[in-house]
């Protein structure tokens, strides 16, 4: 049984892979009481990427009043048990912090606030990594 309180740091690590893997240079912070996750260079300028990551297709967790309209936040879906024993990669979704903030794309349940799988799982976020500046 995979540990779910690993999911978040699978999640910065493969983050910071796609996006070394896609020319950019990385760096990742560690703590528990950071801000910014990755840090990569663009053309345009640093790049500053929050990572949030899960095991379902139930919604991230992220709070209205946290979001930063200066960073990127970069969604992944890890996959259950089954989906990784079968090879399926994890899915990525890239969301400007001014866009869940523009498009109120945060959901409030009871006492909690996420951002729905179903609401990025489309072709305007999904695998959208020319959302970023190129590196």
Same mark, same amino acid.
């Given at each position: 049984?995979?540990?779910?309180?690993?999911?978040?740091?699978?999640?910065?690590?493969?983050?910071?892979?796609?996006?070394?893997?896609?020319?950019?240079?990385?760096?990742?912070?560690?703590?528990?009481?950071?801000?910014?996750?990755?840090?990569?260079?663009?053309?345009?300028?640093?790049?500053? =990427?929050?990572?949030?990551?899960?095991?379902? %297709?139930?919604?991230?967790?992220?709070?209205?009043?946290?979001?930063?309209?200066?960073? +990127? +936040?970069?969604?992944? +879906?890890?996959?259950?048990?089954?989906? =990784?024993? %079968?090879?399926?990669?994890?899915? +990525?979704?890239?969301?400007?912090? *001014?866009? @869940?903030? #523009? *498009?109120?794309? @945060?959901?409030?349940?009871?006492?909690?606030?996420? =951002?729905?799988? #179903?609401?990025?799982?489309?072709?305007?976020?999904?695998?959208?990594?020319?959302?970023?500046?190129?590196?």
């Amino acid at each position: 049984m995979i540990d779910k309180n690993t999911s978040h740091l699978a999640g910065e690590f493969l983050v910071a892979g796609e996006l070394s893997r896609r020319g950019y240079p990385v760096s990742i912070t560690f703590g528990n009481a950071k801000s910014v996750d990755i840090y990569a260079t663009s053309k345009k300028g640093p790049l500053q =990427i929050d990572a949030k990551a899960g095991r379902t %297709k139930g919604n991230w967790p992220i709070a209205k009043e946290s979001v930063n309209q200066n960073l +990127y +936040y970069v969604f992944v +879906y890890l996959q259950n048990e089954k989906q =990784i024993e %079968k090879n399926i990669p994890p899915e +990525y979704f890239i969301v400007s912090g *001014k866009e @869940i903030i #523009s *498009k109120k794309l @945060i959901k409030t349940w009871n006492t909690r606030q996420g =951002i729905p799988y #179903s609401d990025l799982n489309n072709d305007s976020y999904k695998e959208r990594w020319d959302r970023l500046p190129p590196p």
